[in-house]
């Protein structure tokens, strides 16, 4: 008598794992001839100017290949095509970093910035611009890759914006040699006691600035000490001010700076970087003591 029962010897095929299969192949098909299609709609016209976009597309055929059961059958014809456009690559880069260099000094210039440097790190004053075109960002530096102040897209005018609003955050506040010395002062004295050393000895920069920050909050941050009350200030603010602070005697004792050894530069707690002048030269501290004069 028929039955479609099975028996204990057989098993089931595994139908639902082919279809999975063939799905799956089917939708990695279908993605690789979208990524090609979108490659030679990119290298048509300017190349150079669509850098990123390649990048990506050859980065999801390259992902597609290690996935596919049917490598053996396609990687071939699949290389064929995108092989001249892996060698122009360079090339399109190179065109690429020309252009957006010259498009950027000139949106630099228009805010008063003078552009140098080479790729991928180009200067201005005692900022880095780190760029990545293959990445499609630009990263705002505050010293030799120091502290991170913004990214964004590689728009020379958005650079040249963002920039300018960072330096004017840093350059434009209210700054008076005595009461940063009085208060650096008064931070220093107040993490000696608290780490029982007395004055003269050497303290760390980052317990310093710390200090400061507190030392130098409004009076409603003082009675209620939320957010919102708090008055931003940190390393790179710091650093700039002791970069300007041409008073350095208080109370017959004068300030200095101690360069910090490659043992606290390990550690970006260790340190800070301090600008010499505006083409971007400097100093690492990582203590700050005041000696009796």
Partial sequence: MYTNELSETETPEPV???????????????????????IERLTENEPSNNIYKIKQELM???KILKQTRLTDLIEEDVEQRIRPVKSEMPEWEEQANRSFGQRLEDALKQVEFELSGNYPLLKVLFYTLEVKLYNNNVTIWYGPQQERLDTCKPIPEVVAKKLQASHKKITSRNFDDEIFLLHLYEAYKATAHRSKKTIGDSIPVSDIILEYALLTQNKNFKINPVKSSYREYGRVFF???LYQLKQRTIEDHVLSLVTATRAYTRR???????PSNERGDGTYISHIKFREV
């Fill in 60 to 62: 999801k055929i390259e």
């Fill in 239 to 241: 650093s700039y001010d």
């Fill in 16 to 38: 639902v794992d082919v279809l999975r299969t063939m799905s799956e192949e089917e939708r990695y098909l279908r993605n690789m001839r979208k990524a090609i299609r979108t």
């Fill in 268 to 274: 970006r707690s260790g340190f800070i970087w301090i």
